[in-house]
């Protein structure tokens, strides 16, 4: 193992024994709520804010859209590939499995035509696949129960696999008038 892979997976493993501790110790510590905010600019372009982060959203051409960043889909399985990643590098580090790289591929099938009415299929997707391409020296058997491990304690893995409720809220202004 490289040593800059070793000061990684230890630098990762202490901050993953510390976080745990203090949450085992004060289980609120590990609760929370992420606040999104998506306002649209400009027909289907949309700013994306949250915290200190501004991202932008829009549609292809063919639907209404500019084309000028990338569409949600693209942001949902960007969160859903990262997440695995980045959660099989903290459990490789956790069971000090070296790890030269890491990459997963998420690969979703969908019907535009839910989308746009024109179709009887669900508007989200039919299927979703991933394919983890990881290289590394450690045994075969250690890296499945890595990543099996972190699979189960993925936050995505779970928002695509799990149905949550989704409340929804409206509030609606009238149009200011310039008199």
């Known amino acids: 193992m ?4 070793c000061s990684a997976n230890d630098r990762i ?19 929370g709520t992420g606040v999104s905010k998506a306002k649209i600019i400009n027909g289907l372009h949309c700013e ?6 501004k991202l932008q959203a ?6 209404g859209g500019q084309a000028k960043a990338p569409t949600p889909g693209v942001y949902g399985r960007a969160a859903l590939g990262s997440c695995l990643a980045i959660g099989y ?5 956790v069971m000090k ?5 890491l990459e997963v591929e998420v690969q ?8 746009l009415g024109t179709s009887e299929a669900a508007p989200g997707y039919s299927e979703i696949r991933y394919t983890i391409n990881i290289e590394t020296d450690a045994p075969e058997e250690d890296i499945r129960k890595m990543l099996d491990d972190a ?13 949550q409720p989704c409340i929804r809220k409206i509030n609606v202004f009238a149009a200011k008038t310039n008199e």
């Open 108 to 115: 979703a099938d969908y019907d535009d035509g839910a989308l």
């Open 97 to 101: 499995i070296p790890v030269i790289s």
């Open 13 to 31: 493993k202490t901050a993953i024994d510390r976080s745990s501790k203090a949450i085992s110790l004060k289980p609120s510590l590990g609760l």
């Open 2 to 5: 490289t040593k800059e892979i």
């Open 151 to 163: 699979d189960q304690h993925s936050p995505y893995l779970d928002v695509f696999t799990r149905v």
């Open 58 to 63: 829009d549609m292809p051409e063919g639907v």
């Open 48 to 53: 994306i804010t949250e915290g200190n982060w």
């Open 89 to 93: 590098m903290m459990r490789a580090a």
